[in-house]
C-alpha cells in the first residue's frame, strides 16, 4: 500500500512512518516541520527506497494538489496537527488555521483526487484525533465512540472541528473515512514541551518538576509504538464511516505517572537525592479536565487489538531511549517554550 502520511515528522506520525516502513508500505511523508516536526525522527527509515518526503503545509492547498497528483496514494493517515493545549490557551489562532482549515484542506485533495481516479473502494482518509474532544470525566465512567463530544480547550476545540468536518464529507460527498479517537501518547521521539519527556529531562537536569493543581488529573496512557501499530490495523480493517477509540488500558493520575518515572530514574540514573523531591506543585491551567478513559472495547471486538504494553513498562522503555539518545533531546531544551510553563491564560 502506499500512504500518504501527513505530520509524519512529528511524535505520533514518525512512530507510524518507522513501522509503515518496516512492514513493506511506501510512505510519502507530508510535512511542514514546524518546531515539533523533526527530520531526525524518521533518519532510520530516510535511506529506504519505499520513503518519500514532502515538504509542505497542509494550509496550502495547491501543495496538496501537486502532491497527490505526483504520488497517487492508496490510502491517507492525516495525522499534522496542532497538539498541545498550553499552547493553544497562548495562541489559538494557529490551531484554528492547522487542525479545521488545514482538516478542510486535505478533506477536499483526497476527495478531488478520489474522484478522478474514479472513485476507487479501497480508497481511504484516515483522520487521527484525541479523546480530548469528548471533554471532562468524573471519578467513573468512560469514553464510547458515542460519547457527545464537550471539548473545553482552544485544542480540542479545534480537534472536534476536524472531526466533524471529516464526518461530513463521508456523509454528503461519500468519501470512504475511518477516525480514530486516542488517549494520552508517551514514548521514544517525544517533543520535550510534553508531561513525561519534561518531567524526565529536569529530572536529570536537576530542576523542579512543575505539577498542576495537585496532580490528581488523571488520563489513559498510551505507549506510542503500540498506537502506530493500532492506527495501522484501522486503516487496514476498519470500517468505512466507524470511528474507533485507542487506549492504553493505564490509567494513573499526573502525580502517579510522575512518581513512576522518578521511581525508574532513581535506578537507572541515581541522583544525590531521590528525584521526587524535585516536584513542584504549580497553580492548575484554565480548563484543566480532571479525567479521561477510554473504553476501547471497539477496536478490541471488532478489530482483535490491544495495547502490548504497561505503562511501567513503557515508561521503562521510554527512560532507557532518553538516556540513550541525548543527541536528539539536548539541542530542543532551548527552543521556544520548552523549559517554560505556558498556558496561563
Given at each position: 500500500?502506499?500512504?500518504?502520511?501527513?505530520g509524519?515528522?512529528?511524535?505520533?506520525?514518525?512512530?507510524?512512518?518507522?513501522?509503515?516502513?518496516?512492514r513493506g508500505?511506501?510512505v510519502v511523508?507530508?510535512?511542514?516541520?514546524?518546531?515539533?516536526?523533526?527530520?531526525?525522527?524518521?533518519?532510520?527509515?530516510a535511506?529506504?527506497?519505499?520513503?518519500?518526503?514532502?515538504?509542505?503545509d497542509?494550509?496550502?492547498?495547491?501543495?496538496?494538489?501537486?502532491?497527490?497528483?505526483?504520488?497517487a496514494?492508496?490510502?491517507?493517515?492525516?495525522?499534522a496537527?496542532?497538539?498541545?493545549?498550553d499552547?493553544?490557551i497562548d495562541?489559538?489562532?494557529?490551531?484554528?488555521?492547522t487542525?479545521?482549515?488545514?482538516?478542510y484542506?486535505?478533506l477536499e485533495?483526497?476527495?478531488?483526487?478520489?474522484v478522478?481516479q474514479?472513485?476507487?473502494?479501497?480508497?481511504?482518509?484516515?483522520?487521527?484525533?484525541?479523546?480530548?474532544?469528548?471533554?471532562?470525566?468524573?471519578?467513573?465512567?468512560?469514553?464510547?465512540?458515542?460519547t457527545?463530544?464537550?471539548?473545553?480547550?482552544p485544542y480540542?476545540?479545534s480537534?472536534?472541528s476536524?472531526?466533524?468536518?471529516?464526518r461530513?464529507?463521508?456523509e454528503?460527498?461519500?468519501?470512504?473515512?475511518?477516525?480514530?479517537?486516542?488517549?494520552?501518547?508517551?514514548?521514544?521521539?517525544?517533543?520535550?514541551?510534553?508531561?513525561?519527556?519534561?518531567?524526565?529531562?529536569?529530572?536529570?537536569?536537576g530542576?523542579?518538576i512543575?505539577?498542576?493543581?495537585?496532580?490528581?488529573n488523571?488520563?489513559?496512557?498510551?505507549?506510542?509504538?503500540?498506537?502506530?501499530d493500532?492506527?495501522?490495523?484501522?486503516l487496514?480493517?476498519?470500517?468505512?464511516g466507524?470511528?474507533?477509540?485507542?487506549g492504553?488500558?493505564?490509567e494513573?493520575?499526573?502525580?502517579?505517572?510522575i512518581?513512576?518515572?522518578?521511581?525508574?530514574?532513581?535506578?537507572?540514573?541515581?541522583?544525590?537525592?531521590?528525584?521526587?523531591?524535585l516536584?513542584?506543585?504549580?497553580t492548575?491551567r484554565?480548563?484543566?479536565?480532571?479525567?479521561?478513559?477510554?473504553?476501547?472495547?471497539?477496536?478490541?471486538?471488532e478489530?482483535?487489538?490491544?495495547?502490548?504494553?504497561t505503562?511501567?513498562?513503557g515508561?521503562?522503555?521510554?527512560?532507557?531511549?532518553?538516556?540513550d539518545?541525548?543527541?536528539?533531546?539536548?539541542?530542543?531544551?532551548?527552543?521556544?517554550?520548552?523549559?517554560?510553563?505556558?498556558?496561563?491564560?
Open positions: 500500500m502506499k500512504i500518504l502520511i501527513t509524519g515528522a512529528g511524535f505520533i506520525g514518525s512512530a507510524v512512518v518507522r513501522l509503515a516502513v518496516s508500505h511506501e511523508n507530508l510535512d511542514a516541520l514546524t518546531y515539533a516536526g523533526r527530520p531526525e525522527n524518521v533518519a532510520t527509515v535511506d529506504s527506497p519505499l520513503y518519500h518526503f514532502e515538504h509542505a497542509i494550509r496550502d492547498r495547491a501543495a496538496l494538489d501537486r502532491i497527490f497528483a505526483k504520488h496514494p492508496d490510502a491517507v493517515m492525516h495525522l496537527a496542532e497538539s498541545h493545549v499552547r493553544s495562541g489559538p489562532g494557529d490551531f484554528i488555521e487542525n479545521i482549515t488545514g482538516t484542506n486535505m485533495a483526497a476527495r478531488t483526487f478520489w478522478q474514479g472513485r476507487p473502494e479501497g480508497f481511504r482518509f484516515h483522520h487521527i484525533s484525541t479523546d480530548e474532544v469528548y471533554g471532562s470525566l468524573g471519578e467513573e465512567g468512560m469514553f464510547t465512540e458515542d457527545s463530544y464537550d471539548p473545553r480547550s480540542s476545540a480537534k472536534a476536524s472531526d466533524h468536518l471529516v461530513a464529507w463521508q454528503t460527498y461519500g468519501l470512504p473515512v475511518v477516525l480514530t479517537n486516542c488517549s494520552n501518547n508517551y514514548g521514544p521521539y517525544h517533543f520535550p514541551e510534553k508531561l513525561v519527556p519534561k518531567v524526565i529531562l529536569n529530572a536529570l537536569s530542576k523542579d512543575p505539577v498542576y493543581g495537585q496532580g490528581i488523571v488520563r489513559d496512557w498510551l505507549y506510542v509504538e503500540d498506537h502506530a493500532a492506527l495501522l490495523c484501522v487496514d480493517k476498519g470500517q468505512v466507524r470511528s474507533y477509540n485507542i492504553g488500558e493505564n494513573r493520575s499526573n502525580i502517579e505517572l512518581k513512576t518515572i522518578c521511581g525508574i530514574l532513581d535506578q537507572k540514573r541515581p541522583g544525590t537525592a531521590p528525584y521526587e523531591q516536584i513542584t506543585y504549580v492548575d484554565p480548563g484543566h479536565d480532571a479525567r479521561y478513559a477510554i473504553d476501547p472495547d471497539r477496536i478490541r471486538t478489530l482483535g487489538w490491544r495495547p502490548s504494553v505503562v511501567e513498562e515508561l521503562e522503555r521510554t527512560i532507557n531511549w532518553y538516556l539518545n541525548e543527541d536528539w533531546w539536548r539541542p530542543l531544551l532551548d527552543s521556544e517554550g520548552v523549559g517554560t510553563r505556558l498556558g496561563h491564560g
